[in-house]
């Protein structure tokens, strides 16, 4: 029998579920996998170290989320050596299975509203946020590396010199330096409709259960406004974009100024990290489904670019444009 199986049987045994009761369910491009349990509204998270997965950070988020007030899952049972945790079913009501046009302003509005709430409790400094990582401008090159490494070298077949490299990571950093982006608050990072889910039974922001957020750190709140409003996944219409701005401005009095600049930033940033994942799980991971949604980023992408800030990385990118597959 496979090791991860017998760990696996060994954890259900200790929490006195069956192998009958369990039922996968279909993941994302993570290593994760999930298991829904018949009858008593649990989840069974299985995340192996050896794949990168952490259930102990889980647990640590998930702890703050519940203490601000946020719908994250209960967990009732966590094996953190083994990697598995017994935790509260939020059902499948996923934003975007049910997103429909009578309904979609309402969700998004809820998910700006569970935003705007994060950023205001990070602002009262309501938990230890020396437990969680920063995400500094090496880490924020650290991904952006991956459009390098993966898409142009790996998909596009563009050998960069070390001297080109350094020349790209040194135009992003000349612009996260210009942004002075606000950087105390608690940042989820996969923060979209994939991972948000709608809990009918709750009221207001209640209303929307938030899973995926193990790989947090602390940051700038708008990476993951950026996260929600520009999602390859399922982009919006400029004007929908602008009304949950709009509303996310109201209920935090953020900076409209600032907000725009970082904005502008963090979609950059993520959406050259969003296709360098896309191309490792392609040659990597042997998952070349998501190399459709890369036109997608781009246009998040090209969209930015025409901001003057971005001039040089502009240039940049042309450089190399012609070659892209």
Known sequence: MDARIELLNKFIKSNNISNNDMHLIETDASFRKYYRISGN??????????????????????????????????????????????????????????????????????????????????NEKKFNKKEIPFYSIDKLLEESNLFCDWFMEKHCQIKLTNKEKLE?????????????????SLVLRDYHVDNLILLKDRKGINQVGVIDFQDAVIGSNIYDLVSLLE?????????????????????TNYDRKKLFKEMRFFSVQRNLKIIGIFSRLKYRDQKPK????????????????????????????????????
């Open 41 to 122: 509204n649990t989840l069974i998270m299985d995340a192996p170290h050896e794949k990168g997965e952490s259930v102990k950070s889980f647990h640590l988020v998930d702890k703050i989320l519940l203490e601000m007030g946020i719908s994250a899952p209960a967990i009732h049972s966590i094996d953190e050596n083994n990697g598995f945790i017994l935790l509260e079913d939020l059902g499948d009501q996923i934003f975007s299975r049910i997103l429909k046009d009578e309904n979609e302003y309402a969700l998004y509005q809820n998910a700006i509203g569970v935003l705007a709430h994060i950023y205001l409790e990070s």
């Open 168 to 184: 790209y990571q040194e135009i992003l950093k000349k612009i996260f330096k210009g942004i002075d982006s606000t950087n105390s």
């Open 231 to 251: 999602d390859v996944r399922r982009p919006i219409t400029v004007q929908l974009k602008e009304q949950l701005i709009e509303e996310y401005i109201y209920i």
């Open 290 to 325: 998501y190399m459709e949604l890369i036109n997608n980023a781009w246009n998040f992408i090209n969209l930015h670019l025409e901001d003057p800030s971005f001039i040089e990385l502009k240039s940049w990118i042309s450089v190399y444009k012609n070659k892209f597959l």
